[in-house]
């Protein structure tokens, strides 16, 4: 695309912000007039020694021209630090095809008369899986706990391939894009992630930093400082059991508002997020009001305290539109590791994003899995029941049809010991066996499965639950909702047809109120003529 010709000004300096408002705007970026800061980038990156040295002593034994994969650790803001942790290959793909390869190079020499440098330079031609590597790096992000994410990837590759190609720099930068936009956070990501070029002959570690969200060009990466240490020795570990109770409307739908059960529960889950994040935390009995860094050992068990709200219940049944109440609620279990010169409030957000990241993976998952599934059947045709297909998934049924109860069980978390006593993660649904979460960390996360069951922990539980019966609940039965844990049901109960017996039961109750009343009068009429 050619590029657009600039306006003449007398001052450059109010074109260029000029320029940058209107790009702002163009994208959303704004909602109302003010500065975009500059990406603040982080100045170094810390490895963890152990772990790196095993990883360049396998790549070495090896004998592979070329390795791609994933950079798991974290990138510190308020430390302007990076942090990696490991190094995670990507696996073939269902053909068996390697992620990236290096194909064989080729000489220009079609005029051999001139003296042009690229007739015979060698051009090396680097092939990679774009969509692969993302979705690698999208199901890796689920079994990462708070405080540890996918911050780039890395590359095995000799020095003169890496230097004298820029189709292959062009290549890594537009994957580095790609497994950016597959793990996204909720907060406001930093819009870079990590290069990290594993060159042998000689061995040699170089880091650099890519500001993705930028046109794809050369400037985009900037080298930075790359040393080993200790880094997941010196984390802390915070842990915190969450309890929520959702009640999301079901509501009347028009030709353009289609609600289907995915939807209804991904808005929820949104919605509760921003709730979340004004929540109050408690660690070890504290009230966290200061940014100091925590120094005491051991696991820290946090505690969240939400705002006073609204009876989710009684408003979203109160909403004119309302057909029904969908139920969600349960316990999360979240763990969320912090470097131990960060502030202790990080620690508070990364658990909060880890709880919200938590519910949303599970109902990706429920969503990957659930065209297998099929809704609640019935004995009449689709077209009798008001159109609900038998052959449909459950996450796409569409509650406005729904005239029957919809039970949806949700995968259990579990956590699988990793590296020098942390953890990570992983979904089981309740058909599921601990073969399955063996082999998700052999094919993600290229480590050895579990093979001791005591080490797994499963500290999800049924929460605790408090049922209160309002005026809806007597004067308006239009659904029937019940909670659930994870692993055991999740419930819609749609508006049914009044039957009879509703119809009495409203009467009856009319009526008492009617007696109640009269008898009243007559009391007070009778008190006052005597």
Known sequence: MANRPTCKTKDGRKERKRKIYHAAFRFGLRSKRRKIQPVKMVKAVVGEES???LIEDRLSQSGLPVQLGLVVGKLSSPLDRGFVFDLVPTPPNDAGEAACSLLESVKDDKEKGTKSRSQAAEVSSLFIDDDWVAEHARQVARMLVGGVGVVGIYIWVSSDAFKNSTIMLYQLLQT??????????????????LLIHICYSPMRWTCRNCTWTSNITSSSLRPCDFKMGRVLTSLQTFKCTYNFNLSLPICHESASNVQTLRDVLRQGISHHAKELKDAKAIIDGNLVVGDEPCTLDGVHEVELLLPFMK???AE???RKDALGVLVFNGSVCSFAYLNSKEPISQAVSDIKMDIIMSLQSRLDIICDEAYGDVGP???ASPEASDGISTNKPVSQLVLHFLRKECSLSFPRRVFVPWLAGTYICDYLQPSETLEVLKDH???????EGPTDASTILKPEIEAPSLVTKSFWDVAAPFYSASSFPFGDDMEEGSRTEPTKSDSVSIMGAVLFILLSMLLGYVIYALRGSG
């Open 377 to 379: 059947k019935d004995d």
């Open 51 to 53: 772990q790196l040295k």
């Open 176 to 193: 580095i894009k790609g497994v950016a936009e597959a793990t996204p956070v909720l907060e406001t990501d930093r819009e870079e992630r």
């Open 316 to 318: 979203a049944c109160s």
């Open 311 to 313: 009876d989710s219940n």
């Open 441 to 447: 960390c052999v094919e993600l996360m290229s480590m």
